[in-house]
C-alpha cells in the first residue's frame, strides 16, 4: 500500500473561471498519472477578501488558517499565478508572507504562471524562484508558464502548453518515487 503524497496547489487568480485554475487542474492530473496522491487546491478566488483584512495570520478564520497549514504541511506544493503588471498579485504574496518563516524549508515547489502573452513568461524566474528560495523551499527546475494563446478558451489547448505540462509532471514524479503508482502488466 502506498501513502499518498500530500500536493497542495495554490491557484493565485481572484478570477473565475481562470485559466490559472486550469493550469492547476492539468498539473494535477499529469502527476496524478504517474503518483499516488492527496490533492488540495487553495483558491485565492474564494479567500482573497478575508484574507486581504488580515495584517497577521492571528487575525485570520479559521478557514485560511487551516488552508496555510495545508500549505506547511505539503509534501509537494504547486504554486501558480496569473501575471499581472510583470508580477504575481499582491493576494498571492500576501498569502506566502502569512506562512511560517521555516515551513516550506525543503519542500519542493513546482512553479507555474499564465499571461496574456509570451512576455512575460521569465516571471518564473524573476518573481517566482526568488519568492520560494527566500522562503528556503527546493523550486523544481522546469516551471510552466500558459499564454493565453495556450488555451481554447478554459481548456489547455493542443500542443506545447500538453507538452510542458507532460514534462514537469516526468521531471518531479522520479522525486517521489515512493509513491510512484504501480502500473500493471498486461501480457
Given at each position: 500500500?502506498?501513502?499518498?503524497?500530500?500536493?497542495?496547489?495554490?491557484?493565485?487568480?481572484?478570477?473565475?473561471?481562470?485559466?490559472?485554475?486550469?493550469?492547476?487542474?492539468?498539473?494535477?492530473?499529469?502527476?496524478?498519472?504517474?503518483?499516488?496522491?492527496?490533492?488540495?487546491?487553495?483558491?485565492?478566488?474564494?479567500?482573497?477578501?478575508?484574507?486581504?483584512?488580515?495584517?497577521?495570520?492571528?487575525?485570520?478564520?479559521?478557514?485560511?488558517?487551516?488552508?496555510?497549514?495545508?500549505?506547511?504541511?505539503?509534501d509537494l506544493l504547486i504554486a501558480a499565478a496569473p501575471v499581472y503588471?510583470?508580477?504575481?498579485?499582491?493576494?498571492?504574496?500576501?498569502?506566502?508572507d502569512l506562512v511560517g518563516m521555516n515551513a516550506l524549508v525543503d519542500?519542493?515547489?513546482?512553479?507555474?504562471?499564465?499571461?496574456?502573452?509570451?512576455?512575460?513568461?521569465?516571471?518564473?524566474?524573476?518573481?517566482?524562484?526568488?519568492?520560494?528560495?527566500?522562503?528556503?523551499?527546493?523550486?523544481?527546475?522546469?516551471?510552466?508558464?500558459?499564454?493565453?494563446?495556450?488555451?481554447?478558451?478554459?481548456?489547455?489547448?493542443?500542443?506545447?502548453?500538453?507538452?510542458?505540462?507532460?514534462?514537469?509532471?516526468?521531471?518531479?514524479?522520479?522525486?517521489?518515487?515512493?509513491?510512484?503508482?504501480?502500473?500493471?502488466r498486461v501480457a
Open positions: 500500500m502506498v501513502t499518498p503524497l500530500k500536493v497542495v496547489a495554490v491557484n493565485g487568480s481572484v478570477h473565475q473561471p481562470s485559466r490559472t485554475r486550469v493550469l492547476v487542474e492539468a498539473l494535477l492530473g499529469a502527476l496524478e498519472e504517474r503518483l499516488v496522491l492527496d490533492t488540495r487546491v487553495v483558491d485565492l478566488s474564494e479567500i482573497a477578501r478575508p484574507l486581504g483584512g488580515a495584517l497577521s495570520r492571528e487575525e485570520l478564520p479559521a478557514e485560511i488558517e487551516a488552508q496555510l497549514a495545508d500549505i506547511e504541511s505539503a503588471r510583470g508580477s504575481f498579485p499582491g493576494h498571492f504574496k500576501h498569502l506566502f519542500t519542493p515547489v513546482l512553479l507555474a504562471a499564465t499571461g496574456g502573452s509570451e512576455r512575460h513568461a521569465l516571471v518564473l524566474e524573476h518573481q517566482l524562484r526568488p519568492l520560494f528560495g527566500f522562503l528556503q523551499a527546493l523550486t523544481l527546475p522546469i516551471g510552466v508558464y500558459a499564454s493565453t494563446a495556450d488555451f481554447d478558451g478554459y481548456q489547455v489547448g493542443n500542443g506545447p502548453l500538453q507538452e510542458r505540462i507532460r514534462l514537469a509532471a516526468d521531471r518531479a514524479a522520479p522525486l517521489f518515487a515512493s509513491h510512484a503508482r504501480q502500473l500493471l
